[in-house]
């Protein structure tokens, strides 16, 4: 395999790491009884103007939307800023998602053992005051498939 920058280790592409990581949260929400669809699409904007935007995942029944974030700390524990841009983008449309909706950041856990901490951590530390107060974020480890639920706020 080639060296591709910012590219995931040993993975063929960022979007089959990113679609496994889908696969295995689905299975996750399967193992409690939520059945969630992939590409969950919902009208969204300010005021009047909505244009469909695509959650990872989502069920219109149970009113669930998901995001899901297979980000890692980089190499030499430097914070991933573009990638946390992302997750802030994440909370924009959670921002503008129908109230009604629960929301879920479903994320890796991904721990830094310079910083002694995981990758949501150090985003809530420093990112919350983007988080909408509904959000919730699921922390999935790999490893185990445990899954820590991390308070946004407080």
Known sequence: MQNIPHQRE???S??????????AAKAHFRSLGIELG???KLPLGVGERK???????GCSEQLILVECKSHKWTKGAIIPS???SVWNEA???FSL???EFRKIMFVLKHRCERRKLTLVEHYLRNHSHLVPPDVEFWEFDELTSEVRVVPAHG
């Open 38 to 40: 992939s590409n969950f």
């Open 97 to 99: 998602a129908p109230p």
């Open 91 to 93: 909370m924009f449309y």
């Open 82 to 84: 573009a990638k946390l």
């Open 51 to 57: 244009k469909l935007h695509a959650f990872d995942l």
């Open 10 to 12: 040993g993975a063929v």
């Open 14 to 23: 960022n979007s089959h790491v990113g679609k496994a990581f889908e696969v």
